[in-house]
């Protein structure tokens, strides 16, 4: 079945600097590839998706790049604030219909001021 | 627009117990997902329901269960509890052909 690693495990930025956190998965079937961001006491919110027929893509202040030879796909954060300090989460499912979701360990990043 | 609603949001139950939580999935969104979130394992698929019936199981023991009714809420069921199952349990929902998916607040159980 499917595994998810993710890395650095713990990651600390001064506000305004950038942020990446990346992760490897092991099943050539999977497709979709979500990211979610977790704060103390909430679920995980979605923050940007890729698909496998993409490369790259961006949304304001987030993007995500994926390689679909190398299995890998990263997250990057720019101009990074205080209210980004939180856990994220990559997932990957090659499941075309369903939600069962593969999540990686999680990254837990803090913003200092 | 209301977002995925877990009830209740806190549980504590004895080992051997069982118990059962809800989740109302948002409006218009037929598949409803639930996972485990532990420490020590991190965030595990448990099933998935679609049109009330079981479309994905994980891996866990029978013990966990679930369902689905026609308004597309959902429910799981524990039984027997062990101290382990002590987690937050999370439900996700998603609309028919999307694979994009919502997470509730998740249902704290602790087992003693």
């Known amino acids: 079945g499917e595994n998810v690693e993710q890395h650095p495990s713990t990651l600390s930025v001064q506000e305004g600097d950038s942020a990446v956190i990346k992760c490897t998965y092991s099943?050539?079937?999977?497709?979709?590839f979500p990211w979610y961001k977790q704060e103390l006491g909430k679920g995980p919110q979605l923050i940007i998706d890729?698909?496998?027929?993409?490369g790259e893509k961006k949304d304001q202040r987030i993007a995500v790049t994926l390689n679909k030879t190398a299995k890998h796909f990263s997250l990057h954060i720019t101009e990074t604030q205080p209210e980004d300090s939180a856990v994220y989460f990559c997932?990957?499912?090659?499941?075309?219909?369903?939600?069962?979701?593969?999540f990686g360990p999680g990254t837990r990043l803090s913003v200092l001021p | 627009k209301a977002g995925v609603t877990q009830t209740p949001r806190y549980l504590i139950k004895t080992r051997g117990q069982q118990v059962t939580l809800s989740c109302s999935p948002i409006?218009?969104?037929?598949?409803v997902s639930w996972y485990q979130q532990t420490p020590g394992q991190g965030l595990q698929f448990l099933f998935e329901?679609?049109?009330?019936?079981?479309?994905n199981k994980g891996n866990f023991p029978g013990r966990f269960s679930g369902r689905q009714f026609s308004n597309s809420r959902s429910e799981m069921n524990v039984s027997t509890l062990e101290l382990g199952d002590s987690a937050l349990y999370l439900c996700?929902?998603?609309?028919?052909?999307?694979?994009?998916?919502?997470f509730g607040q998740g249902t704290r159980l602790t087992v003693v």
């Open positions: 329901y679609f049109s009330e019936t079981q479309r």
């Open positions: 890729i698909r496998s027929n993409v």
């Open positions: 099943d050539s079937a999977s497709n979709y």
């Open positions: 997932a990957a499912t090659p499941d075309n219909y369903g939600q069962n979701f593969v």
């Open positions: 996700a929902s998603s609309r028919e052909g999307r694979r994009e998916a919502f």
């Open positions: 409006s218009g969104h037929r598949s």
